[in-house]
Each structure stands twice: as C-alpha cells, then as structure tokens.
C-alpha cells in the first residue's frame, strides 16, 4: 500500500481554476443551490417574490459577467475541461439574454384566471378534489424557478464543454429539469404528462447514444480531451470503426437535442404539450446551447475527420428544413406549427454547421441569437390568446384576430415574418448569412433546397397573417388576455430584437465575426 | 484476459438495450433499456481505460453513475406520475398529442 501512496504524492498536480472565466456558469449555478434553499427555508406568501429576485439576479449577474470576460481570461480553464473563447462568451451571452426575456414570460400571472402557467401540484392526481381544493386556494409551485436555473447553468456548460465527459454532464444537466418543467402545465395536464415522458424517454436514449459515441471516441483516441482527439484523427490512421462509430452515435445524441430529422419526432409533442412559457424557453435556449455543443465538436474534435460527417450532414440539414416546412403545413395547431418551423430552423442551422468555415460559425452564432429571440416572443405571444378553457391552439380560432386585436396580431405578424425569413427581420439576415457561408463551402445544393423550403415555408407563415387579418371571427373566438407588465417587456423586448438584427444587423454580425475561432 | 471480449460484451449489452427501448411497451423497461445501455457505456469505457493505460475512463464510469441515478430521481417521478391518473405504464396508451 505504501508504495501506491508515494508516487500518487508526488506526481499529483492540482489543475488550475481559472474561477473568473468560469463565474457566470458558477453564479447560476449557486443561484439555483440558492432557490432549493429558499424553497426549504422562506414561507410560502415570500418565496415567489424571492425566487424571482434570486433568478433575475443570478441570470442578470452571469450576463454582466460573461459581458465584462477581459480578454486575458479566456482560454482553456479547468483542467481543459471547458473552453471560455468566443464562440463560448456569445452563445452564453446569447442564452442568458433569451433565458432572461423567457423568464420574465415563465413569471407572468395575470393571463390565467387561477395563477401562472404551472399546476399547483405537479403531484397531485388530474381531476382530483385535492387538485381543485389546491387551485382554489391559489397555490403555486415555485420550485419551478430552481429548475429552470438548473437547466441555464447546464446550458451555458454544454456550449463551454471541451472534453467528452463534460459535454454529457452538461447535456444532462440541462435535460433533466427540462423533462420535469415540460409536465407541470396547469391546463390539459394529461398533455403536459404525456410530453413530459415522451421528451425524458426519448432525450434519455439519445444521450445514451452520445454515452456510448463518446466510450468509442474514448478508445479511438485514449483521451476525452476535444484536442486529442483533434489530433487522434489527424495522426492515428485504422481503427476507422472506432472512428465512424464514435463520430455517428455522438451526432445522433446531438441531433436529436436539435431536433433535425430524422430524430425529430418529439419536438411537436413536446412542444405542444408542455406549458407554453416552457416551450418557448426550451425552443430558443436548447436550441442555442445543443448548437453550441454540436458546432464544437464537429469543428474541434471531429473537425479532422469532415470529410466524413459533411457529406451526411449536408444531407441531414436538407432533409431537416423540407420535412420540417411540409409537417408544418399540413398542422393546425399553432404551438405544433411552431414546432415544425423550428424543426425547419434547425435544418437552416444545419448549413451554417456544415458549412465547416469561420463564416460558417458566426452566421450560426448570429441565427441562434435572431431566432432564439423571435421564438420567445412568438410563444408569449400564444399564451396571450385563450378560450374558455385555456389556450386556443387550433389555428381557425385565430380567425380574425387582426380585427378583435390588431397589436397582437401585428407583432405576431412580424414574428412570423421574421421566421419566415422576410428582409428587414432578422429572419432574413441570419438566412442570409448561413445560405451565404453554405454557397461557399460548395453547398449548392443544400442551399438549393433550403431555399425551396423558404418558399414553402412562406406559405404556412403567410396563412396565418391571412387567417389573422383577412378572415371573419368565428362563433366561438377566443379572448385575447391583456398581461402584465413581465409579458409586455418580453414581448417588446422580441420586437425591438427582431427589428433591429434586421434593419442595423451590423453590430451584432461583426460581434459574431469576432468571437469566432474555437480555442482547443 | 483479451479486453475485445469485454468490448464485444458492451456492444451486445447496448444493442439488448437500444432494441428495447424499441420493442417493449412498458416505460418502465423501456427505461431500464435505457439504463442498460448507460451500463453499456460504462463498461466500454473502463475497458478502454484498461487499454489506453489512463484513468480517465474509469472516472467516467462513476459520473455516469451519479448521472443514472439522478435520471432515475426525475424519470419515475413522470412515469409513476402518468401511471397514478391512467392506471398503466404502456408508451403506447398515452396519444394525445395528434394534428
């Protein structure tokens, strides 16, 4: 035993944290520690107003953290575990800005008669006397706000992950509130239940397929460092099944968080089902973060190996955007409409990564921060719209809303347009922007058909501006829910973002250029 | 002992477990699949620690312990959830979520 314990002694060297670039995961982090203590230890009438100081708090922290980063701190941190480098120092700033604006939307109260969007008791059994005794005396879970923390710090993790290990503690971590948060609706909880287990089932496969990606990359290149195995690929000729099984299994698990075809499926359920302001909390962040783990790892880890994964991945991102405009089309409800487009986003997304170029990355960095905002708003914007018995997702009871309620139906016009990809939104500068990156990586084709699906998907976006302003109400139309002052802000802060990135993109796009090269 | 038997043993494991999450209708077994295949991982990942010659493999195996065990925490949360308002586990039961 003794001669075990000398040479441990002695070659043992403590890594280094470099605590300031790791700050603004840390403060999330502890703000969330934090919001399980208060949950204990504050009595029930404070906690909401607690909760909501310690989660704006700790996200409007992290954001002037990640914002003031000096220059001198980034780099490897760690132990190389985490990259804080550009590409890391936006896409965070990029989910703290949408996580802030998503949160302000999770607060709101006023749209539904009986509180928030989330049941009393998740707990408690559907229809039961215990839930309506509970509703009746106006409980609230604020267990939510800790939750929802979780899953941010998971996902500023996942974009900084540089080492295997990493990137599936990340995953996890920002998946597993995520699956409890999509089943607490307050209305059709039935729905919400059931999306809540599609979303765990399935999510957990796919991370399991990235587990096991990562155990074959692991013995391909004897190391979970991105670096290594940057050079494993490059140095390290054979073993190509290793190699092709590592980097398939390892894209499928980040596929399927992206939601690209063919591993698509529960994005509509999933969407559909959970409570509204979690849906498009999970549409825009997820989205951000999964791109920002799956652009790491096929730049740094795999980018030795391109020619192998481009050709299927341009592959991928064309069947994305047109299976994902053509599901759209043939929906009727607004939420699953909204699940398809963002299935079709992917897909445009999916160029920018394929695209394998400096280019490349910045206008996926600049889309995810157009779209991530847009999706917020556009979700806040459903909510608002209800009939009797909650939220009216049939698209006809949308049917001459731009009469009832002209300034709704104008910004959700405009946030459609933007999805659409219409000049003068941010849509189009962001598709400007990959479609240009893809064209000169030799996409011709991709880029071919996303300009196709463009067109269609015009035509679904377009149906809805019609239905909204040309069509007569029906019979049975919904009410649109005047909401408090934490909707409107996030609601006007979409705007603001959608017009802006569209008519003075300038500033954000040469933010995006210079937070480029990846560190490893 | 040759380490490949170990490795095929892991892909036979993963396999048992991805086929069923596919066949099985129970979201019980079709999680314990699921954890099948974690284990799966963990055992390649220790056998490739033993041939690489670094720790680091091992180290992983324990996260993903840690990792299993809170996936545990939150999923039969939702599955006993779902099971206590329709008295049944099946995947298949619950298809409200259409066009």
């Given amino acids: 035993m003794v001669h075990l314990a000398v040479p441990l002694a002695e070659t043992l060297t403590f890594p280094s944290f470099q605590y300031r670039a790791m700050a603004p995961i840390l403060v999330v982090l502890g703000a969330a520690v934090l919001g399980v203590l208060v949950e204990a230890l504050v009595p029930q009438g404070a906690r909401r107003a607690v909760q909501l100081a310690v989660t704006l708090g700790g996200l409007g922290a992290a954001l002037a953290l990640v914002v003031a980063t000096p220059a001198s701190e980034q780099g490897m941190v760690a132990a190389g575990a985490l990259a804080v480098d550009g590409p890391t120092l936006f896409l965070q700033m990029t989910i703290l800005v949408v996580a802030i604006v998503a949160m302000l939307v999770v607060a709101e109260r006023r749209v539904d008669p009986s509180g928030d969007a989330f049941a009393p008791r998740a707990a408690a059994l559907v229809g039961s006397t215990e839930e ?80 096991y990606g990562s155990a074959m990359l692991f013995g391909f290149a004897g190391s979970l460092d991105f670096a290594v195995i940057a050079d494993a690929f490059r140095d390290k000729p054979g073993q190509l099944g290793l190699q092709l099984l590592g980097l398939g299994l390892v894209s499928v698990g980040l596929l399927f968080k992206i939601a690209a075809v063919p591993f698509h499926m529960w ?32 730049y740094v880890a795999l980018g030795g190996a391109a020619w192998e994964w481009q050709p299927a991945f341009w592959v991928i991102a064309s069947i994305t955007m047109l299976v994902g405009v053509v599901l759209a089309v043939t929906s009727s409800d607004i939420k699953r409409m909204l699940a398809y487009s963002s299935i079709a986003h992917a897909g445009f997304l999916l160029l920018g990564v394929v695209a394998f170029s400096t280019a490349g990355l910045s206008a996926t960095m600049f889309y995810l921060l157009a779209y991530g905002l847009t999706t917020v708003g556009a979700f806040a914007i459903v909510m608002l719209v209800r009939g009797p018995s909650g939220e009216a997702g049939h698209l006809s009871s949308w049917a001459g809303l731009g009469r009832t309620s002209p300034l709704l139906a104008g910004v959700f016009a405009l946030f459609l347009l933007a999805l659409a990809g219409i000049p003068l939104t941010s849509g189009f500068t962001a598709k400007f922007g990959v479609f240009a990156a893809a064209i000169e990586s030799g996409g011709v084709w991709a880029v071919l058909a ?71 | 002992m040759n380490p490949t038997n170990y490795l095929v043993l892991s892909a036979i494991l993963f396999s048992i477990g991805a086929a069923g999450v596919l066949v099985r209708r129970n979201a019980i077994v079709v999680f314990m699949c699921v954890e099948l295949m974690l284990n799966a991982s963990n055992l390649a990942f220790v056998t490739f620690a033993r041939t690489n010659g670094t720790l680091d493999g091992q180290v992983v195996a324990f996260f993903v312990m840690v990792v299993a065990a809170a996936e545990v925490v939150v999923g039969l949360a939702i599955i006993v959830t779902i099971f206590r308002t329709r008295n049944s586990a099946s995947v298949d039961e619950p298809n409200l979520l259409r066009l």
């Avoid at chain 1, 080492?163 to 999509?182: G, H, K, N, R």
């Avoid at chain 1, 109400?473 to 609601?491: E, K, M, R």
Wanted: proline residues 6%; glycine residues 6%.
């Fill in chain 1, 132 to 211: 309506q005794e509970q509703t009746r005396l106006g409980w609230t879970q604020t267990e939510v706000w800790p939750l929802f923390l979780f899953a941010v710090s998971g996902m500023l993790l996942f974009v900084a992950a540089s080492d295997l290990l990493m990137l599936f503690i990340a995953l996890e971590v920002m998946s597993l509130p995520l699956y409890l948060l999509a089943g607490m609706a307050r209305r059709r909880r039935l729905l919400s239940q059931e999306a809540a287990m599609k979303y765990f089932l399935l999510g957990s496969f796919a991370s399991a397929f990235l587990l």
């Fill in chain 1, 450 to 520: 996303a300009v196709l699906a463009s067109a269609i998907s015009a035509f679904f976006y377009l149906k809805v501006i019609v239905l909204m302003f040309f069509a007569k109400p029906g019979p049975d139309a919904p009410a649109v829910v005047v909401p408090s002052l934490l909707t409107s802000t996030a609601i006007g802060v979409a705007v603001v973002a959608t017009v802006v990135l569209g008519v003075f993109p300038q500033v954000f796009l040469d933010l995006a250029d210079a937070s480029t090269p990846f560190l490893r």
């Fill in chain 1, 267 to 298: 994005a509509p359920d999933v969407y559909q089902g959970s409570p509204t302001p979690i849906a498009g909390f999970m549409a825009a962040t997820v989205k951000v973060a999964a791109f920002g783990a799956l652009l790491r790892v096929m």
